[in-house]
């Protein structure tokens, strides 16, 4: 069976602050998917990366960037110098299809709050 | 182009009635996912359409509950006989079929389910 857990409810940081938001993932598979979308305010969830199981490198995107790591399971997501506007609730998942049908298996999400 | 669309936004109604969600995915997107998000249970799968198949509604909680997709667009997810511990949020999802592997799931803004 396949899990996802986000150990941490919610984080509170000031603007300018570095926050990590961890994901630890559980699957039998060696080949599957793990993502990371952001749920803002308004409700929408909002694609931000995907990563394949082959591929271990980090990947930096602007503010954000992730540390994958299979030999602890986990995909960790990290912003740099926090702003206001990235508060959000944050939802690793993880997808163990290798074509066509995903079905998206999400943690419980980490809600963020950059205070000014 | 114009993302994933849902209605209605919100909608209240009374234990015992019937209710249609309406999901209009993004323009050449062959598939299509139903979610739905509830406090007790965070986000969850429902069911996914392939063009207009359903090769997988296991998530779909009970026989109260059925999704339609006509045209290889447009999807309905019914709810019979509405029950209090329906309330949620339905989230639909689409992604462009793709020979390269799985596929970025792009969401709507959901529909906000009250069972009075």
């Known amino acids: 069976a396949q899990k996802v857990t986000q150990a941490q409810t919610e984080i509170s940081v000031v603007e300018k602050e570095d926050v990590t938001l961890d994901c630890v993932y559980e699957t039998r598979d060696t080949t599957y998917y793990l993502f990371w979308y952001k749920q803002p305010p308004s409700g929408e969830l909002v694609f931000l990366i995907r990563?394949?199981?082959?591929?271990?490198q980090n990947e930096i995107s602007g503010r954000y960037s992730w540390n994958f790591q299979k030999s602890t399971s986990s995909f960790n997501f990290t912003i740099t110098a926090s702003q206001v506007v990235d508060s959000a609730v944050y939802f690793c998942a993880l997808s163990e299809a290798l074509t066509g049908f995903q079905k998206l298996v999400f943690g419980t999400g980490t809600r963020l709050l950059v205070s000014p | 182009g114009a993302g994933v669309s849902q209605s209605p936004s919100n909608k209240v109604t009374e234990k015992g009635k019937d209710v249609e969600l309406r999901c209009d995915p993004i323009?050449?997107?062959?598939?299509l996912y139903w979610y739905r998000q509830s406090l007790g249970q965070g986000l969850e799968f429902l069911i996914y359409f392939q063009g207009n198949s359903a090769p997988d509604k296991s998530g779909l909680p009970s026989d109260r509950f059925s999704a339609e997709r006509t045209g290889g667009s447009v999807s309905t997810l019914t709810i019979q006989r509405t029950q209090q511990e329906d309330s949620a949020v339905y989230l639909c999802?689409?992604?462009?079929?793709?020979?390269?592997?799985?596929?970025?799931?792009?969401f709507g803004p959901g529909t906000r389910l009250t069972v009075l």
């Open positions: 999802a689409s992604t462009k079929r793709s020979l390269a592997g799985t596929d970025t799931q792009y």
């Open positions: 990563r394949n199981s082959f591929d271990e």
């Open positions: 323009s050449g997107h062959t598939a």
